[in-house]
């Protein structure tokens, strides 16, 4: 078993940042990649950015290319999402996830709010 606990959402305006982290605990020898993913009111699961096991490896969704950055601390067992010039359209529950080879988890999600 794997568990995830974010933190670090929040109010922030419009062009700000927010660092989320995703503290990891449990079987982590097993996890293989791991992503952030949002879900905003009235729509579906998305995913944001994901990172390979030893980090060497990123992708992103189109619309947070050049402004979030995925990276983890396998030291720590903490994956982190840099979200800078935040949009109102950012705004979403965050969730971090963890895949193995046979099994996906996730954490409990973390609110952002981008307003003015």
């Known amino acids: 078993q794997v568990q995830l606990v974010e933190s670090g959402g929040g109010l922030v305006q419009p062009g700000g940042s927010l660092r989320l982290s995703c503290a990891v605990s449990?079987?982590?020898?097993?996890?293989?990649?791991m992503g952030w993913y949002r879900q905003a009111p009235g729509k579906q699961r998305e995913l944001v950015a994901r990172?390979?096991?030893?980090?060497?490896?990123?992708n992103y969704t189109d619309s947070v290319k050049g402004r979030f950055t995925i990276s983890r601390d396998n030291a720590k067992n903490t994956m982190y999402l840099q979200m800078n010039s935040l949009k109102p359209e950012d705004t979403a529950v965050y969730y971090c996830?963890?895949?193995?080879?046979?099994?996906?988890?996730w954490g409990q999600g973390t609110q952002v709010t981008v307003s003015s």
């Open positions: 990172i390979s096991r030893g980090g060497g490896s990123t």
């Open positions: 996830n963890a895949a193995s080879l046979t099994l996906a988890y």
């Open positions: 449990g079987s982590i020898s097993s996890i293989l990649i």
